[in-house]
């Protein structure tokens, strides 16, 4: 098994977040050849060149003690690569290239997990497909947030897990970020239907430290980093 972590320093310039003033390791319980994201984590796995639905279970994980005066945690998963124009994912005829513009894209939020709890079983915040994800509640292990579905998606919340899905036809290896956060705060100051965004914002002039760890993930037998 191969794990593959990235120091709090790729975090700040990844997230543009403010100087930290502790490090953070997060780890995936986990991980398939190479340092890719199992299967089972995924929710579309590969089939006949194209996808079908996977178990959607959410990651294993677990992240060191977060420094003095830590009340609680965040936890965001972020796919880097996803294609900045949306109308050529999954299109029949087209291959999406490698050096094709990119955004980044949120499959996991929580706010306000318990500063008690430093890490998740796997399925603790999803498992399998619900339509319109998992109600956006408070749970034993955090807060859930909407993932980036429900601003294409208008059948539910959106809440909880939603695990990788690169397109069938991207020729670039997706990455699959998780970034924990250790907050001077036990509950931030978020909507009822908060997003990564929400998160960021609220969480400004609280974060304590940060980490995070990454895994890849592709269908497309093609594909290459």
Known sequence: MRIRTIAAAAT?????TPLLAA???VTFHDSGPGGT???ENASCIAAGGKAAAGSNKSPALSWTKGPAGTRSYGLAMTDPDVPADLSLLNKEGTEIDTDMPRMEFTHWILADIPASLTELAEGADGDGMPAGGLALETTEHGRRGQNGF????KD???GGYMGACPPWNDLRIHRYRVTVYALDTDRLALPDAFT???FLAAAKGHV???GAAELTYTINAKATK
């Open 37 to 39: 994201l199992p299967a």
């Open 196 to 198: 990564r965004a929400d």
């Open 12 to 16: 700040i310039l990844s997230f543009s």
């Open 156 to 158: 539910g919340p959106h």
């Open 208 to 210: 304590l430290a940060s």
């Open 150 to 153: 429900a601003a294409f998606l």
């Open 23 to 25: 490090d953070m390791t």
